[in-house]
């Protein structure tokens, strides 16, 4: 495949381009779902499913964008590595995922805010959750703020921790529009884009992910 290559203001502008284009886009497709909320009292499962379907429809959008990016940019983005999981990594990728989860636990309980993951018990909406909001969310975040972004930044010959900034802080400001300022995404996303860069597997990044997520959306099942 041959590689393009850029320089450091062109990459940054191609960046930018594209992640104006997936923004415009999200709206436009989690728009029409925007009358579930207004529309609550219709189908109450409907209605507590509707952030998941949202993250569904974003990340469909992304996944697309991301095939049409891949063939424009030629990143080979869609090539994983078959090299079994290094289990010292996979067991670090675990370890920051219960971490990051336990962080946002603790700053929900400090700040009274109200907690990111649906607390839902009934069965419908909670596997439409496991689905959207434990494996697919993460799966399209981490191709788009590690793969994608780093990939496009070290062919331009990024610093490494310059890498790693821009893609902590894209990462955070993609969670404002959360309950509570998201600190934990700027913190966390800090090693592991790290691992990114060290291993060039996006795998191991999912995995930290995946167990963040699916254990905020099983943390309240259990309590309960």
């Given amino acids: ?6 320089n450091k203001t062109k990459c940054l502008c191609r960046i930018t381009a594209f992640l104006i284009i997936y923004l415009l886009g999200s709206i436009l497709v989690s728009a029409p779902l925007i009358g579930l909320f207004i529309n609550r009292g219709s189908n109450a ?5 509707a952030p998941d379907m949202m993250v569904m429809a974003c990340s469909a959008f992304l996944l697309v964008a991301l095939a049409v990016e891949n063939k424009i ?6 090539t994983f590595k078959r090299s079994r999981l290094q289990m010292k990594v996979v067991f670090i990728s675990v370890l920051l995922g ?3 989860q336990l962080s946002i636990y603790l700053i929900c309980q400090f700040s009274k805010a109200d907690y990111p993951h649906s607390t839902t018990t009934e069965l419908s909406p909670l ?3 496991v689905v ?3 494996l697919l969310g993460p799966f399209t975040e981490e191709m788009l703020f590690r793969k994608w972004l780093v990939s496009m930044m070290e062919r331009s010959r990024f ?3 310059v890498i790693i900034l821009c893609s902590s802080v894209l990462f955070f400001c993609a969670h404002l529009g959360d309950t509570f300022l998201r600190v934990d995404t700027f913190i966390f996303a800090i090693p592991i884009c790290y691992l990114f860069i060290r291993y060039h597997d ?3 990044c999912f995995i930290a992910h995946a167990v963040c997520n699916l254990t905020g959306i099983a943390f309240p099942v259990l309590v309960q």
Avoid: Q
Wanted: aromatic share 16%; no cysteine; proline share 3%.
């Fill in 98 to 100: 219960l971490l990051w």
């Fill in 132 to 134: 959207a909001t434990g």
């Fill in 45 to 49: 499962v409907t209605f507590k499913s």
């Fill in 73 to 78: 940019e030629k990143l080979d983005l869609w």
């Fill in 127 to 129: 596997l439409i959750s």
């Fill in 202 to 204: 996006v795998r191991y």
């Fill in 1 to 6: 495949m041959n590689i393009i290559g850029y």
């Fill in 159 to 161: 610093k490494p921790i």
